[in-house]
């Protein structure tokens, strides 16, 4: 499987960032994973956005949720996310990720990486 | 701040065994399973150790984890050059209903 990140690489305080991860190799819809995106700032640790299902369901990091939405295109075998009112402190490596946790708090198992796409949020 | 403590770094010589370590809480690390995974500069993260301690195909045996109560433990063995890198875990929380991940520990082959 493949995943790989699309998306603006700099920005402007208060705008919104959209990316795309177009999934190759395996479909969004089936199967028991969580599609994920996860970033990761630079020199510093890992940070869960979110994900959803292959049921649809979506679960948000609380820290985040306020802004944060996570939708999917089954047609097009993509998922999306949308960071409203991005600030300096939401530049990172955004990376798209498939867990094979079987199902809602499971054990993550973070076995397919996108390359990961950087933003950088200018103020 | 990481909702999973790990140290900032750990180093050792070739040929040594070296552990890494990974503390948490009843919600997370105390009720479910702990997965590691290994970051080249630049680079992805992959995964090393799932479910605390099944290791993926292609992962040497030089690798292996353990859990107890609320920390997990990642050992490499038989320490290489190649495996200078950063080390995250991370598992699920149930108080926070998400995934949360160690701040990440850099290991220096000497």
Redesign the interface.
């Known amino acids: 499987v493949q995943l790989q990140e699309s998306g603006p690489g700099l920005m402007k305080a208060s705008e919104t960032l959209s990316l795309t991860c177009a999934v190759s190799g395996a479909s969004i819809s089936s199967g028991n994973y969580h599609w994920t995106w996860i970033r990761q700032p630079a020199g510093k640790g890992l940070e869960w956005i979110g994900h959803f299902y292959t049921t649809g369901s979506i679960d948000y990091n609380p820290s985040l949720r306020s802004r944060v939405t996570i939708s999917f295109d089954t047609s097009k075998n993509a998922f999306f996310l949308k960071l409203v009112s991005v600030t300096a402190s939401d530049t990172a490596v955004y990376f798209c990720v498939r867990n094979s946790a079987a199902f809602y708090g499971a054990t993550p198992s973070f076995d397919s990486w996108g390359l990961g796409i950087l933003v950088t949020v200018s103020s | 701040q990481?909702a999973l403590t790990q140290a900032s770094s750990v180093s050792g010589t070739p040929g040594q065994r070296v552990s890494i370590s990974c503390s948490g809480s009843r919600s997370n690390i105390g009720n479910?399973?702990?997965?590691w995974?290994q970051q080249f500069p630049g680079k992805?993260?992959?995964?090393l150790m799932?479910?605390?301690s099944q290791r993926?195909s292609g992962v040497p045996d030089r690798f292996s984890g353990s859990k107890s109560v609320t920390s997990a433990s990642l050992a490499i063995t038989g320490l290489q050059s190649d495996d200078e890198a950063d080390y995250?875990c991370?598992?699920?929380d149930?108080s926070?209903?998400?995934?949360?991940?160690?701040?990440?520990t850099k290991l220096t082959v000497l």
Do not use: E, I, K, M
Request: glycine share 22%; charged share 5%.
């Open positions: 990481s479910n399973g702990v997965s995974y992805a993260p992959q995964l799932s479910r605390t993926p995250f991370a598992t699920w149930d926070l209903g998400g995934v949360v991940f160690g701040g990440g």
